[in-house]
C-alpha cells in the first residue's frame, strides 16, 4: 500500500487494490497523455486515443476507435456489467486549448514532474480525467467487480472549439456507443478553499448559448458632411449600453442550491452576506464587496450575459458606412430561452438595430436528487471527511450539452484535490499558463473515482 495518507484506509473498496502499481500506471499514462500535443485547433486527437486503445487492449479489452475527420479521433472502451441496470458513462476530452510556451515555467508538452506537480497543458483539463478513467476501467475488471451497469469510457474530440467532432458527432452518429444513465465528465469534483472550508464543486448546470450580431443601418455617405443616422454611431451606441449594462436577475433552482450550500457553511458574517445575492434588489450591493473575479463569476450566473466581441464597419476614413456590425456572445441563465435573452437585448439596444441570430443552445441543468448524486458526495465524504460536496453551476459549457441530448444525467465530477497551502485556484490553472496537477491530488482523484464507481455500479 502506498497511500497511507489517503484518511480512508479503512474502505473495503479502496483497500481491495494495490495502488502503487495503480498508481504507477495511472501516473505514467497521465504522462504519456500530456506529452502527446492535442492543441485544438487542429486537435490531432487520433494519437491520445491510439494511446489509450494500445493500454486497452494490452489489458484485454476490445476498444472502438472512431475517427468523425481525420484525425479527430474518438475512443470508446465497454466494460460489461450484468444489464440489471443502464450503464455509467466516464467521459474526458482529449484535446487542449493552445500553450505559449514562453510563458511557462516547464515545457507545456513535457509532462515533467517538479515541486510535486506534473506540468502541462491537459494537466487539469483534462488529461486527468483521461488517465483515471481509464484506470479505473482496469481496476474494475482486474478486481472482478460485480457491476450491475456497464461502466463506458468515451475519450472524445475537439470539446475546446464547440465539440462538433466530438462528443457532438459521437452523439449524432453512434449514440448507441454512448447511451447511458449518467455520465461522469468536466466540471467539478476538484478542492475549492473558501474561508475555512474544503468545497468540492460537482456540475449540476451550465448557462445555454446565443451567439449573435447587431447591425445598424444608416444611408451611406461623405465623411466630410456628418449625418444623424450613420450606422457607426448607432451601433457603437447599440454596443456600449449591452457591453455596460446588468441585464435582469433571473433565480433558477441549480444556482440558489450552489449560492445556498456555499453560504451554509461560512456562517456569520460571510455566509449571511453571500446569500444575499439570490435577492435580486439586494444583489448589486452584494456584488460591489467581492473581489473582481468572484463578482463577475457569480454576476454571470445570475443573470443572463450578452458580450459583445467582436465589431465591423467602414473601409474608408472619408466614407460614411451603409451598415455596421459587432458580434455578441450571449449566454442564457438556468431556466431562460433564447427569446427571452432576445428580448432583454432589445429592451437595450433599442429598435435602431437589427439582431441575428447566428447559433444558439439551451441551458444543461440536470437533476441532483439522484443516487449517484448521492454516492458521488457520499464517496467525496469518505475521501475528506471535512469536504463538503455541493451542486455547481458554470458559466461555460462542456460536452455536458451534447451527452444530455440522449437523456444522460451528467455530472461534472473529475477528482483532483488541490493544496491548500500556495492557494492554488482550479480556475486559474484551467486554460493558464504553468497549467499543473499535484501528484498526490492526482493519485486521491484516482482511488476517490474508483470508490465512487465501484461503489455506485455495485449497488
Ligand atoms: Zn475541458
Not at 125 to 154: P, Y
Not at 323 to 337: K, W
Not at 388 to 403: K, L, M, N, Q, S
Request: net charge negative; with cysteine; aromatic share 8%.
Amino acid at each position: 500500500m502506498g497511500s497511507s495518507a489517503i484518511g480512508n484506509s479503512e474502505n473495503v473498496i479502496i483497500r481491495s487494490v494495490d495502488w502503487t502499481a495503480a498508481e504507477k500506471e495511472a501516473l505514467e499514462l497521465f504522462q504519456s497523455l500530456v506529452r502527446v500535443d492535442t492543441t485544438n485547433p487542429p486537435g490531432n486527437e487520433t494519437a491520445a486515443a491510439e494511446l489509450l486503445a494500445d493500454f486497452h487492449r494490452a489489458r484485454g479489452f476490445a476498444p472502438t476507435l472512431l475517427e468523425s475527420a481525420p484525425g479527430r479521433g474518438n475512443l470508446i472502451v465497454r466494460l460489461k456489467g450484468d444489464g440489471t441496470k443502464p450503464p455509467l458513462v466516464l467521459t474526458a476530452h482529449l484535446d487542449v486549448v493552445p500553450a505559449e510556451g514562453d510563458g511557462w515555467k516547464h515545457p507545456p508538452f513535457g509532462a515533467e514532474i517538479h515541486d510535486g506537480y506534473l506540468w502541462g497543458r491537459g494537466a487539469v483539463d483534462m488529461k486527468n480525467m483521461a488517465a483515471m478513467s481509464a484506470v479505473v476501467l482496469h481496476l474494475l475488471k482486474e478486481s472482478g467487480a460485480a457491476l450491475k451497469r456497464d461502466v463506458i469510457f468515451a475519450a472524445v474530440a475537439d470539446e475546446e472549439a464547440g465539440s462538433r467532432w466530438g462528443a457532438k458527432w459521437l452523439v449524432d452518429h453512434h449514440p448507441e456507443l454512448v447511451r447511458a444513465e449518467y455520465a461522469l465528465g468536466e466540471i467539478g469534483g476538484w478542492t475549492l478553499h473558501f474561508g475555512k472550508v474544503t468545497y468540492y464543486p460537482i456540475q449540476v448546470a451550465e448557462k445555454g448559448t446565443l451567439w449573435g450580431k447587431l447591425r445598424a443601418k444608416g444611408t451611406p455617405g461623405h465623411g466630410s458632411m456628418p449625418r444623424e443616422d450613420n450606422a457607426v454611431v448607432r451601433l457603437a451606441k447599440a454596443v456600449s449600453d449591452l457591453g455596460r449594462v446588468r441585464l435582469p436577475q433571473h433565480p433558477s433552482a441549480p444556482v440558489e442550491a450552489m449560492v445556498s450550500a456555499l453560504a451554509k457553511e461560512q456562517g456569520f458574517p460571510v455566509g449571511t452576506v453571500l446569500k444575499q445575492v439570490l435577492r435580486p434588489a439586494l444583489a448589486p450591493q452584494v456584488l460591489k464587496v467581492m473581489p473582481a473575479s468572484v463578482r463577475r463569476g457569480f454576476a454571470a450566473l445570475l443573470s443572463n450575459t450578452a458580450t459583445p466581441t467582436v465589431l465591423r464597419a467602414g473601409s474608408k476614413t472619408n466614407v460614411i458606412p451603409g451598415v455596421a456590425e459587432a458580434e455578441f456572445d450571449g449566454r442564457l441563465a438556468p431556466g431562460q430561452t433564447k427569446d427571452d435573452l432576445l428580448r432583454e437585448i432589445r429592451e437595450v439596444v433599442g429598435r435602431d438595430v437589427e439582431i441575428e441570430v447566428v447559433d444558439t443552445t439551451p441551458p444543461v441543468e440536470v437533476p441532483y436528487e439522484t443516487e449517484l448524486f448521492d454516492a458521488l458526495q457520499a464517496a467525496v465524504k469518505r475521501a475528506d471527511p471535512t469536504g463538503v460536496p455541493i451542486p455547481y453551476v458554470i458559466p461555460g459549457f462542456t460536452d455536458a450539452r451534447a451527452f444530455t441530448k440522449l437523456g444522460i444525467k451528467y455530472y461534472g465530477f473529475a477528482p483532483l484535490q488541490l493544496p491548500r497551502e500556495g492557494n492554488l485556484a482550479f480556475t486559474d490553472l484551467y486554460h493558464g499558463n504553468d497549467e499543473r496537477a499535484p501528484v498526490e491530488g492526482f493519485k486521491w482523484g484516482l482511488r476517490l473515482l474508483f470508490d465512487a464507481v465501484k461503489t455506485f455500479c455495485e449497488t
